[in-house]
């Protein structure tokens, strides 16, 4: 082993004054044990995801019903079957869930409810962290609304935004957005949050992480009185509690296990790259292999990112990237065909990859080992979901 760990610079290197060069240059190392990164899955397949409760015995209309069948949702997932009833009643909601656990579907199926009741003057407004999960979100209201006259738009930060006015030239019954975005077309008044029925807050430990708590908070005064609240949070720190209990109003409580923690249907596993070898090699050898379907590759920086795109598909396998400096469009394009099975690799950097919901991502793979345990449980949480195994490999030096 070498020994770079003891020259690595300080988090809180000073700014200006005699820095050392070479302590700026090199690079941020993590410091996280690769024994964290080895555990066996213990799948609770199908079972331990969905309920026996069948969306039949939910008092639907016929036609949300039959899109819901239309998708292939046959019996509840375990949120779902906590929180369709109570939302529906007009409950307010805190949920401790992660993505995965069909929470998405947990809330808009009885806020499609709502809307259609009284179409006109109903309107839900979805509040995420990220683009990805809002315009993932969208996507769910629309193949669950197919042919009920139901409207959505997503309004996110990196798109033009005179695209967004002529969106909100109609009724919307849903409004899907980032915060800044959200606050932007509020200020010019052409979204009047005073109109909300039902908001939801989802990812909102993540919003807080990302620094969207004044956002927040202005969001919520200028939506004012509402019908109904939800929370969506897959974790909940001490402190978020006081603001949490702002937001809600006797709020049903639901808690979907293992939220937080790692996936139990995740075979984690890590890859030692022995000195000399070269690793990009070991990579595209592991790639190769017929079983990794659909993989996520998570490197550390935007640059090692586009190499690792550039390299997987000058030996022949198809790979694409998404990271911070890459247009909203040519993201989008990217999950795209990686969800079509155009390409196999998708090469993703953290902020960029939170919140893509591709079904059947088989591998996560980390390049470079995360610089925190939560990247990592975020990272790997793209695998194994709605109850599959999924596979998650780091390489470790
Ligand atoms: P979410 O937690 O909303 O990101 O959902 C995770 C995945 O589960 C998505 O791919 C959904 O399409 C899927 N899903 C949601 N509800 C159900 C259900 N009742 N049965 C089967 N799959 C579902």
Known sequence: MNN???NTAPSTTPRGGNIDRRQVKKKKESTLDPRLFVKKAMPSGQAGFRTEKSFEDLPLNARLLANIQKKGYE????????????????????????????????????????????????????????RELALQIEEEFKS???????????????TNINSDYKQLERKLQVVVGTPGRLLDLSDRKLLKLNQVNTLVLDEF???????????????????GKRDQTLLFSATLEPNQKQLISTLLHNPIEVKVENAGGTNENIEQQTIRVPEGADKFDILAGLVKSPEMEKVILFTETKRLADRLAKKLNQVGIAAGQIHGDKSQNFRNRMIEEFKKGDIRVLVATDVAARGIDVADVSHVINYQLPMTMDAYIHRIGRTGRAGKVGHAITFVN
């Open 205 to 223: 430990d993540r919003m807080l992480d990302m620094g969207f708590v004044n956002d927040v908070k202005k969001l919520v005064n200028l939506i």
């Open 144 to 158: 669950l609304t197919a042919g009920l006259q139901l409207y959505s738009a997503t309004f996110i930060g990196g």
């Open 75 to 130: 019996t509840l997932t375990t949120i779902q079957e906590q929180s369709i009833l109570p939302l529906l009643d007009g409950r307010d909601m805190m949920a401790i869930s992660k993505t995965g656990s069909g929470k998405t579907a947990a809330f808009l199926i009885p806020i499609i409810e709502h809307a259609l009741k009284d179409p006109r003057n109903y309107t839900a407004l979805v509040v995420t962290p990220t």
């Open 4 to 6: 770079t760990r003891k």
